[in-house]
Structures are given as C-alpha cells and as structure tokens.
C-alpha cells in the first residue's frame, strides 16, 4: 500500500509538472516567436502545437527508453483522441471557430495521411526502427515546408497571439528576451521531470492495479499529457482566436504520430498486436473523419460537431472501461 500512494504521488506531481512546464515552454517560445513576426496560424500549427505535444514526447521517449511500448503507442493513440473529442469540441462549444482556408488546403490532407499511418505501421504489430525514423524525417520535412511556404502576418495579429500564449500560461507577456528564454527552458525542464515522474508512477499503479500498460496509456496518461492542449485551446477560443485552437489541435495530433511515434519508436521497443488496437483506430479514424469534413465542407466546427464529438469521446471512453 505505502508503494501505491507513493506511485499516486509521482503520478499527480509528474501531471503539475507537465502541466506548468508545457504552459511555460508555450509561452516563452510563442512571445520569441512573435518578436520574430511568425504568423499567427504558424504559432498555432507549430510553436504551440509542438509545445503543447512536449509532453507526449517525453512521456514517449521516456516509456520506450524503459521498455514501456505500449504506454507510449496508448499514449500517443489516446491523446490524439482526447485532442479531437475533448479538447477541440470543448473549445468548439465555447466558441465555433472559423477554420482558416491554408489548415484545409495543407493540414487536412496530412492529417489523414499521419492518422492513416497508424493502422499501417502497426499492420506487423510493432514500429521498426526504419518506420520511427521515417516518421520522423516525415514530421522535420513537413515542419519545414509549412513555415517557408507560410505568409507573415500583420505586427497586431502577432501581439495578440502572444499575449494569448502568455495568459494561456497564466503570465503577463514578456518583452524581454532573455526572460523568454529563461521561461522556455524552464518550462523544458518541468516537462522533463513531470514526464519521468508521470511514467515511474502509471506504470506502478498498473502493476497494482492489473491494468495493461496500454490501457493506462490511453486514459491516464493521455488526459494528463492533453491538459497543456486544452488550456491552451479554451484560452484561444475564450478571446476569438480560433485559428489557434484549431491549429494546436491539428498540428499536435500530426506531431504527435510523427514525431512522438517516431521518436518512442528509435527509444525502445514499441509492440502490439494489431487486434488489439481495433476500437482505438476506429475512434480515431471517426472522430478525425468528423472534424476534417467540418473544416473542408462548413470552414468552422459548429456545436452540433462539437457536441457529436464529445459524445464519440465519452462512448470510447465507456466502451474502454467495459473492456477493462
């Protein structure tokens, strides 16, 4: 009993860590970003997608480099779940945001080629170290090409992108530099320690508990590392910028199989047989499917996508807990 309130304990504090060192990391890295004149819609589809997902990839990284593969593969299936039925429908609910043209163009398309690579990867029931590797140079090339295929944006969307981030994160807008950086890699610093401590105690508790690896992945451990997303989302929704609401959502879920797949994936073994990843893929396949016609066919996702979403989250959610 004493080691399960201690494996609780490292659970909770590694979820306080991830949460205020991804705020930070957030908010430090978009107000660098915006005294550089980054586009508004870039800083959502980037800095704060890849900031939010940070705590995925050291949860990822952490898990394969401790023989955990198959938190880290729940890890990433489930937060991309949570990403769509939770968080994009709660800020959706909040206030339908105005999809803008460049995210059904560009991110659509490689949003459904990053969810359909799921299934295919895991068709042999493990992700090889030549896939983790092509994931990754997927996710650094795309990265690549949408900032210098990007447009500026005006100096007053900037300011109010960044001073978004800042209050996102609970702060007041930096102008100095050099705080932003002290702020940034603080903010790294927590996510690393929450992540080591979010792994250490979820996967005690599943050992008490009898839960598979897989299983705490796709609940606990994918809820916690989405709460940077979701804070980060209302927040933007909150003061009409649903431009990054959407483009956190999008660019964290595309990241979060490129990038965090592949890189748990060169960390450690990542295997499971693919049998046992059928609901999960179809929930994601579903809710990704709903959200992407939204944005091609009406430009916004509207409170009956939100709601419908929501709804698919708390079915998934249900159907999970009767499979336990």
Same mark, same amino acid.
């Given at each position: &009993? ?23 990391? !957030? ?53 991309? =779940?949570?990403?769509? $039925? ?54 650094? $090339? ?15 969307? !900037? ?34 320690? $929450? ?21 705490? $992945? ?19 929704? &909150? ?30 073994? =990542? ?10 893929? &179809? ?23 939100? !709601? ?17």
């Amino acid at each position: &009993m004493p080691a399960l309130g201690l494996d609780i304990g490292q659970l909770l504090f590694g979820l306080v860590f991830l949460y205020f060192g991804a705020e930070w990391l !957030v908010s430090g890295a978009a107000g660098l970003a915006s005294s550089l004149g980054i586009r508004p819609l870039i800083i959502g589809l980037t800095i704060v997608a890849y900031g939010t997902s940070s705590p995925e990839l050291v949860v990822g990284i952490s898990a394969g480099l401790r023989d955990q593969g198959a938190l880290a593969l729940g890890n990433v299936i489930g937060s991309n =779940i949570a990403n769509l $039925g939770l968080i994009l429908a709660v800020a959706a609910l909040i206030k339908a945001p105005v999809v803008d043209r460049q995210i059904v163009v560009r991110e659509v398309p490689v949003l459904f080629v990053a969810t359909a690579l799921v299934p295919l990867i895991m068709l042999d029931g493990q992700v090889s170290t030549t896939e983790a590797a092509g994931l990754l140079a997927f996710a650094v $090339g795309y990265t690549a090409w949408m900032i210098i295929s990007s447009r500026r944006g005006t100096a007053v969307e !900037v300011a109010e992108v960044a001073a978004d981030a800042a209050t996102a994160g609970g702060l007041a807008p930096q102008r100095s530099r050099a705080r932003l950086v002290l702020l940034t890699l603080t903010g790294l610093a927590l996510l690393v320690g $929450g992540g080591h401590l979010l792994v250490t105690g979820a996967v005690g508790i599943a050992k008490v508990a009898g839960l598979s690896d897989q299983v705490i $992945g796709l609940t606990i451990v994918a809820i916690g590392t989405s709460l940077p997303e979701l804070a980060t989302s209302v927040i933007a929704a &909150m003061r009409g910028h649903g431009e990054i609401a959407v483009g956190n959502v999008v660019g964290s879920n595309i990241f979060n199989v490129l990038l965090i797949l592949g890189a748990s994936g060169l960390a450690g073994n =990542i295997e499971a047989p693919i049998g046992s990843l059928v609901m999960e893929i &179809m929930a994601l396949g579903a809710m990704t499917l709903l959200a992407t016609i939204a944005m091609a066919t009406r430009r916004t996702i509207g409170r009956t996508e939100a !709601v419908a979403l929501l709804l698919g989250y708390v079915v998934f959610l249900s159907l999970l807990a009767l499979r336990l």
